[in-house]
C-alpha cells in the first residue's frame, strides 16, 4: 500500500511495499468471487420477514436451486460503482461509509492546520513520560467496550489519525497505534455481549434471548481483551527499545515525517494557545457526541458525517481561517483518505458479485448438510470453522446473522449443543476473521489511513491471530461439553 497522500507523479518509495496494493488485492477477489459463481450452482432458501430481527431471514429446508447468473467482465468492472450504490435501483450500499470518511478527512484536515493537535501530542507525551505504554491497555479497553455494546466498527476510522501520532511520538510505531483500534474494537466485538448488530440479531434469529450464553462471550472479552493487550504491549515495548524490530522499520522515518509533520518526536514541553486548547477541546467533543448519537440515538453514517462538517466550521471560525482557508483545508483532509473511501466501495463490491451471482445461499446450504450428524465436540468446532470462512465473504456481523443463524442454530438441537453456543460460535468466528479480513473496509481502511501495507499487517498479528484461535476453541469445546 503506497502513501495515500502522495500527488501523482511523486513516489514515495519510503513508503511502499512490494506487496500489491489494497485496491488490486480486492479486485482480484471481485474477480475471483465472480469466477466461483461460474462453478459453484445458484441457490436459494425461501425468505420471510422476521418483526424482531427487522429482516428477512431463510428459512430452514427450503433450499431450491435456480436459474444460474454468473458474474461476467461487465458485472466485474460494475461491482467497484455497485459497492457504492445499485446502478439499476439507485438503492445505497457503502456511499454513506465512503462520504463519511471523506468528511472525516476534511474535519481533521481544518483541525490539523490549527496546530492544536501537533502540540497537544508534544504536551501529553511530555506529561506521560515514562509511562505512554499503559496508553495501550487503556485505550484497548475502551474500543472493545464499544465494540462489545453496539458494534463499533466503523466508527473507529475516526480514531487512527488521533492516535498514531500519539503512539509515534512516544517511540513506537504506526502498526502500534493500528493495533490498539483495530484489536480492541475487534476483540469487543469478537466477544460481543449486548451487542445489536451481532449478538441481539443473531440469537433472535436463532430464536432464543440474546442473554442466553453471556457468561461465556464475557470470558471470551476479557479473556481475549488481556491477551491481545499483552500481545501489543509486548510489541510496542520491543519497538521503543529497538526500532529496528518493528514489522514497518524501514517506513519508521517516513512515518514520523508524515503523522509528526517533521519533528523529530522528542517529547518536549509545548505551549498550548487559548485557541488551541478551545480547538481541542471542540475536538474531544466531537467524538463525544458521536459516541453518544450512534449509541443511544441511532445515529448512522450521515448524521456524523453532518456533525463532523459542522465542527470543522466551528472550528474554522474560532482559529479564524477564513472562507477560503478553511474550504482549501477541508478538503486537503478529504483528498488525503480519498483513496479509503474508494476501498470501502471495492471491499462491498465483492459481496455484491456474490448475492448477484446467487452462490451465497449454496454455500450456506453445503454447511448444513456438513454439520449434520455430529457429535458435540466436533459440531461446534466445525461451526466454528464454517463461519470463519463465511465471515471472508460476508463480513457484516449482522449480514452473517441473518444469513447464516436461521439455517445453523436450529441443527445443534441434533447435536445435544445449545443454540446460544451457536451464536457465541458465529460471533467469534466473524470477529477473529474481521481482524485481517481484507474484504471488511474497516481493516482495510485503518490500514490506508496508518499507512501500513497489508502483508506488514499479517507479519505483525499472525502469532496473535493463532493464540485467538486456539483460546476461542478451547472456551468453545468447554461450552459444548458443559
Known sequence: ???????????????TSRFPTAYTILFLLIVFVAALTWIIPA????????????REIAVAGTYHEVDPNPQGFVDVMLAPIAGFYNPDSYAANAIDVA??????????GVVNATGAIDKGIRTAMFDMKGHQIWIIP???GLFALGGTTYGMAEETLAFYAILIPVMIAAGYDAVTGVAIILIGAGIGVLGSTINPFATVIASNAASIPFTDGLILRLVLLLGGLAICAAYVMRYAHRVRTDPSRSVVAKQLE???KLFLQDRSGEETEAKLSGIQKLVLVIFAATFAVMIWGVSSQGWWMARMSALFLGSAIVIGLISRQGEKQLTGNFVDGARDLLGVALVVGLARGIVVIMENGLIADTILHGAEQTLGGLGELAFINLMFWIELGM?????????????????LAPLSDFAG?????????YQSANGLVNLINPTFAVVIGGLAIGRVSYDRWIVFIWPLMLILLVFISVVLSIGALF
Open 1 to 15: 500500500m503506497t502513501d495515500q497522500t502522495t500527488p501523482p507523479g511523486e513516489p514515495a518509495p519510503e513508503l
Open 99 to 108: 462520504l463519511f470518511v471523506l468528511f472525516l478527512g476534511g474535519f481533521l
Open 417 to 425: 449443543v445449545g443454540r446460544d453456543l451457536v451464536v457465541t460460535a
Open 254 to 256: 517516513a512515518h514520523k
Open 43 to 54: 441457490g436459494q432458501y425461501d425468505r420471510v420477514m422476521n418483526e424482531e430481527v427487522g
Open 138 to 140: 487503556i485505550m484497548m
Open 391 to 407: 465471515s471472508f465473504f460476508v463480513p457484516s456481523s449482522s449480514g452473517l446473522a441473518v444469513l447464516s443463524m436461521p439455517i
